[in-house]
């Protein structure tokens, strides 16, 4: 079969894209503005890209063209199409279908399925259990929204599985281009959950009220609640804490990763893996030797200076809770390093579809709390960024596009800075010019 992908270098897409690859099935696709890591993982797996939407890509005729949701209808203020090839498709009657149908029928079919869901930490957690069961010799197939660092590529189709199980990590307000609040989202969760089969688990995220409320509406499966006032709890710090259940200690997890977020990350693997077999010691013990993902505060680079160096970070927090608790995890790792006179910079661009409505523009003052100096990139956006982050005071400073956004960085930076730079797309390349610059 010869699928076309639109938005190929979305991290789901792109995953679907190596499974249909590694499945036998030619793959080709497009995107608009293409950029690492998944580029780089398509181009390896020999799929070709073609840069751009363009209407004559129907001559590839291809068996089936698989939808990316960053496609839509939307029209540009001129009347023409921001997505022709979507018009053609439509107007010659082509098959098409979405990315988590084809999934659904060409891979999914006949096994049963590890499904982690929420707001945030779905790339992580996905990428710890895989790399758990890995561990424990049950080759797992996977498809993770990033590149897990254990196993160099975002997804693969492993062996077959006989276990279902659903993770309900976190659920907030997000994707407000689709949804209108956060009661609709919840109802979504609930149409998950109701998949689920009785002999199934869903493991719950017991410190949400969110999800409270969508098991609530009902829930046929055993529920296993994890976190504060669940059967599975973590008593510790975040880089070294035992793992209870019901009160008693049956693992413990010592690792680099820093938050809370990670830590209730670990927690939804470890029930999740016990569920199918994995001890919780075991699956604790494993996370000692996880490396966690690309663009998950990876280092992208240190600048040695006179006076001590200049760390520098990419991340790919792009939701105001996400960017608090990768800042958070951060001032905390340092504290309890010693650091606690260590800046921390965080520059951004509110990139999402969510971010660009303005949707949670009044919480990014709340979500930089833990940064000495914030950088917005405000390039392309409706909503007025200075304004939103005004009771910031000096401590913020917005810049329309990249190179001036570049030079406001490099004149604050001091020795002994981390500068952590926060997007869920390429951002213009902002690490590489931020090293270049802040070497001269």
Not at 405 to 434: P, T
Request: glycine share 12%.
């Amino acid at each position: 079969m010869h699928i076309h992908i639109l938005g190929i270098c979305g991290t789901f897409m792109g995953g679907l894209a190596a499974l249909a690859r590694e499945a036998g099935h030619r793959v080709t696709g497009c995107d608009a503005g293409v950029y690492p890591p998944m580029s780089e993982q398509l181009r390896a797996l020999g799929i070709d890209l073609i840069e751009g939407f363009g209407a004559d890509q129907t001559a590839l005729r291809p068996d089936i063209f698989v939808i990316g949701n960053v496609v839509s209808r939307v029209h540009q203020p001129d009347g023409t199409a921001k997505f022709p090839l979507m018009e053609a498709i439509l107007d010659a009657g082509a098959p098409y279908t979405s990315g988590p149908q084809w999934l659904a029928r060409h891979v999914l079919q006949g096994r049963h399925v590890l499904a982690v869901a929420g707001t945030h930490g779905k790339t992580t957690t996905t990428s710890m259990l895989a790399w758990i069961l890995e561990r424990a010799g049950l080759a797992p197939g996977f498809l993770v929204g990033g590149v897990p660092l254990d196993f160099g590529v975002s997804a693969r189709l492993g062996a077959q599985k006989t276990f279902v199980i659903a993770i309900l990590n976190n659920l907030e307000f997000d994707h407000a281009d689709i949804f209108d609040d956060l009661a609709a989202i919840e109802r979504q969760f609930h149409h998950l959950v109701r998949t689920v089969p009785g002999g199934g688990r869903v493991a719950v995220n017991a410190t949400e009220d969110s999800l409270r409320r969508v098991l609530a509406q009902g829930c046929w499966s055993e529920v296993a609640r994890f976190g504060s006032g669940g059967e599975w709890t973590a008593s510790g710090t975040h880089d070294a804490f035992d793992v209870l259940q019901q009160g008693k200690k049956v693992g413990r997890v010592e690792w680099a990763l820093s938050g809370i977020h990670n830590q209730m990350n670990a927690l939804a693997a470890i029930v999740a893996a016990e569920h199918v077999g994995v001890a919780p010691a075991e699956a604790a013990a494993t996370l000692a030797s996880f490396h966690n993902v690309r663009r998950r505060m990876e280092l992208r680079g240190t600048v040695t200076t006179a006076g001590g160096a200049i760390t520098l970070y990419d991340d790919f927090a792009h939701h105001p809770t996400a960017i608090r608790t990768t800042l958070d995890g951060l001032r905390a790792q340092l504290d309890a390093a010693g650091q606690k006179n260590d800046r921390i910079l965080a520059v951004f661009e509110p990139r999402s579809n969510t971010m660009k409505l303005g949707a949670m523009a009044a919480q990014l003052p709340w979500s930089l709390e833990a940064a000495d100096l914030a950088f917005c990139h405000a390039g392309g956006l409706d909503w007025d960024a200075a304004a939103a982050l005004a009771r910031m005071g000096d401590r913020a400073l917005v810049a329309q596009s990249i190179d001036p956004l570049v030079a406001q960085v490099v004149a604050a930076a001091r020795a002994g800075d981390h500068i952590v730079c926060m997007s869920n797309g390429g951002f213009g390349g902002v690490h590489e010019k931020l090293l270049a610059a802040l070497q001269h």
